[in-house]
């Protein structure tokens, strides 16, 4: 955060994003790539990330749950803050948006992240399945994903999370 905050010109948003949040948080040890997404896009960032990628030995790759489901209303005010380094103010990108993306996607490592801030208290079953509603019409724009499949993956995720917590 530090090295990409010496590269800003002006006032931007960076939102973290997968392993990285999970990481941050505390539920991995490690990650194999940091996603962000940089609010507004600058150049003088994005112009210092292969840089960076190469400084600090790590892949970064623009990337963020809107790019593969429809973007969660009030995203943003859901983001969790991090910190402020210079001109940049890091956040977690919203956890449900996180969520949904991961059980859409269905990994193993997924599966697993979205248990975790289930158990953790992240983000609600309820409200999980409140946000999916309202993205639902929205499916159509992302051809890749099988809407009546998605919305079963999102109900077997809350059924197996409210089962574990009665056992």
Known sequence: MTSLARNATGNARVYFTGGATAVLLGWRDSTIDVDILIVPEADALLRALPELKEDLQINVELASPAHFIPELPDWQERSLFIAQEGQLSFFHYDLYAQALAKIE???SLDVTDVREMFRRGLVKPEQTTKLFE?????LYRYPAIDPPAFKQAVEEAVARFQSSRHE
């Open 134 to 138: 309202e993205i639902a019409p929205q």
């Open 105 to 107: 996607r269905g990994h």
